[in-house]
Antibody, heavy 120, light 108 residues
Framework: EVQLVESGGGLVQPGGSLRLSCAAS????????MSWVRQAPGKGLEWVAT????????YYLDSVRGRFTISRDNARNSLSLQMNSLTAEDTAVYSC?????????????WGQGTLVTVSS | EIVMTQSPATLSVSPGERATLSCRAS??????LGWYQHQPGQAPRLLIY???TRATGVPARFSGSGSGTEFTLTISSLQSEDFAVYYC??????????FGQGTKVEIK
């Protein structure tokens, strides 16, 4: 059974930092593009960042570029998101998401998410 | 950025009825379009990819169509478990993906 389990969420003050982690099991982690997606309260899904299978390329939502850093450790089957200079607009449930394309076929797995609350 | 616009925002449907959800892309995404079902407190579930291919285990009452900029998700006969929020997702601009804002399918 594939599992993606996030951790590291919590309450942080504006301007603060937080590091999220995602532990993966049951899949060949190094085959998957890994991403973070968030959902703010009462809002829809928003893609945040993606890292290539070998970690050589990173992509970010414009509003988080320069503040967030995505990274992965394929030896440990883990994904991380370092979040700095947090604002209230970053308050959301953050989920890790693994995607692979095999020819025309799209496969993905999601974690359940971890809540990040930015508030004084 | 490719903007995905879904309509309607909310769809009220009776069980057993047909539901038709729309998604429009701000530029062509070819057939690189997926649909997700999202229940509160659960992970999103992939229903459709490639605009029209059902993901593994998805019931045949879910179907997708369209290409380019206009897409449709049809649920032929709504079951109680189908009341949820549905998102379209473009993966043509890899991997700067974007989601639509969602359509909530609620019980009429």
């Amino acid at each position: 059974e594939v599992q993606l389990v996030e951790s590291g969420g919590g309450l942080v003050q504006p301007g603060g930092s937080l590091r999220l982690s995602c532990a993966a099991s049951g899949l060949t982690f190094s085959n998957y593009w890994m991403s973070w997606v968030r959902q703010a309260p009462g809002k829809g899904l928003e893609w945040v960042a993606t890292i290539k299978q070998d970690g050589s390329e990173e992509y970010y939502l414009d509003s988080v570029r320069g503040r967030f850093t995505i990274s992965r450790d394929n030896a440990r089957n883990s994904l991380s998101l370092q979040m700095n200079s947090l604002t209230a607009e970053d308050t959301a449930v953050y989920s890790c998401w693994g995607v692979v394309l095999m020819g025309p076929h799209f496969f993905d797995y999601w974690g359940q998410g971890t809540l990040v609350t930015v508030s004084s | 950025e490719i903007v995905m616009t879904q309509s309607p925002a909310t769809l009220s449907v009776s069980p057993g009825e047909r539901a038709t959800l729309s998604c429009r892309a701000s530029q062509s995404v070819s057939s690189n379009l997926g649909w997700y079902q999202h229940q509160p407190g659960q992970a999103p579930r992939l229903l459709i990819y490639g605009a029209s291919t059902r993901a593994t285990g998805v019931p045949a009452r879910f179907s997708g169509s369209g290409s380019g900029t206009e897409f449709t998700l049809t649920i032929s006969s709504l079951q109680s478990e189908d009341f949820a929020v549905y998102y379209c997702h473009q993966y043509n601009k890899w991997p700067s993906w974007t989601f639509g804002q969602g359509t909530k399918v609620e019980i009429k």
